[in-house]
């Protein structure tokens, strides 16, 4: 049997041809060199330009090139955070926050939302976690694991909180803002809100596929742009400047670059769907946006199996699965789901079939009691 892998956040999509070319390109330019620490001025124009609509202005001078989408949110980290500061994350939530808060002074507070309300943010239990220390609200939209987008209003109602707390900064991760399937998103840029304490950060890794680049950018208000740039200066300097021009080009041609990858993205998650719907007692949300499903296994869980073993946790399904049928899955209670797992849907297809007959077949024989 071989090894089906749909636990991994890259998706199996090669990176635009426009890129490689680009950045080959600019190799032979000789764009070998040290450049600006806060990015070259043309991509810090192109990803303001992205912005552009709705009547919201977005200046270059409100940008910083990082190496990933995790280093602007390090650099951010870095700058904001004193000593004890609080940071609230509602749950489920991308584990690599949680890993990059190891190495700051923020301290994590997690706020719970659930599938029976559908993810959804209530402003009250948003406050409720808020304190004097809250330095940062930190949402995912689209989210990941589960994949909710949430709407303007719903933004707003979070941005609406800060005007209660000055000190509080609304850092909203938009990794995955291409990767929707007809629900509008609304970048927290264009909502309602005190544009000094709003920030966005966001990469390539997921909506281009280059995810091994290691490029992405964050956009805030120019004092917190300085320091980001100053720290990110003293540290390692910026981003390699043919990356960039890589970068550059898969903006100007993004209708190319996107369109291998979303009809697959959109057909894929269809199959998932329909292979998890098969499946007795695993209830999920369907997706809005980035490419996991997110089911709850609960019910399998304090089950036997075949050979007798208790399967007394999350972790033991995934372990489950991945020993007998080869199947891995990331462990939902690593991103604060429990008897949840994640599953990409980012594969090739074939993979992706073969996966959900493996995940159905591996659930069936397991004995409830
Ligand atoms: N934010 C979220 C929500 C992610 O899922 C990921 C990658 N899994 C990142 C940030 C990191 O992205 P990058 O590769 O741009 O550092």
Partial sequence: MTELNLASGASYFRSPAVAIAAAISA??????????????PELRQA???????????????????????????FNLFSVLLREGDEVVIP?????????????TK????????????????????????????????LLTNPANPTGRIYTKPEVEAMLALLQDYPDLYLISDEIYDLDTYGKPFTSALACQGPPERTIVVNGFSKNFAMSGWRIGYMVGPETIVAKCTDFQSSTFSGVSMFIQDAALATLQQQQNALYPMLP?????????????????????MEPDGAYYFFPDLSYYIGSKTPAGKTIATTADLVHYLQQDYQLIVANGDLFGGKGHVR???????QELVLALGRLQKALQQLIVA
């Avoid at 599953?343 to 297809?349: D, G, K, L, P």
């Fill in 106 to 137: 923020g301290k994590l507070v997690t706020i719970e939302t659930t599938p029976q309300h559908n993810y959804s943010l209530d402003a009250q239990q948003v406050r409720k976690a808020l304190t004097s220390k809250s330095r940062i609200l």
């Fill in 91 to 103: 749950t489920p939530a991308w584990f690599g926050f949680y890993e990059l808060l190891k190495y």
């Fill in 47 to 73: 990803i303001a330009d992205r912005y552009q609509h709705d009547g919201i202005k977005v200046k270059p001078e409100q940008v910083v090139v990082t190496p990933g989408t995790k280093q602007a949110l």
């Fill in 343 to 349: 599953m990409s849907f980012a594969v090739e297809e």
């Fill in 264 to 284: 697959v993205l959109t057909r894929h998650r269809q199959l998932m769907k329909a292979g998890l719907e098969a499946i007795p007692h695993v209830r999920f």
């Fill in 27 to 40: 190799l032979h330019q000789g764009k070998t060199y040290y450049g600006p620490a806060a990015g070259s």
